[in-house]
């Protein structure tokens, strides 16, 4: 899980284009999307990030607690494949 972790860090810190993260400062259960993520992403990055996933996973996401960590989308994804 922790390739998964890695991969959709990468994957979020591309699409929203991200210049100043470092990997260590996000914890797997931090908040992604809102005034406590340490990614500082907001709902329109959310839907980025959304269709990166759906696209690069082949998958629907259908729960928008997906998005409350990092944790629990690689759990969804995980789920779903």
Do not use: W
Request: one cysteine or more; a negative charge.
């Amino acid at each position: 899980m922790e390739s998964l972790h890695k991969e959709l860090i990468d994957l979020i810190v591309e699409v929203c284009e991200i210049t100043e993260f470092t990997p260590e400062k996000l914890s797997p259960d931090d908040p992604l999307v809102g005034p406590d993520s340490p990614l500082g992403l907001d709902s329109l990055d959310a839907v980025e990030v959304a269709v990166a996933v759906q696209t690069r996973y082949n998958i629907r996401i259908t729960d928008r607690q997906a998005f409350a960590s990092l944790r629990l989308l690689a759990d969804f994804i995980g789920n779903k494949n």
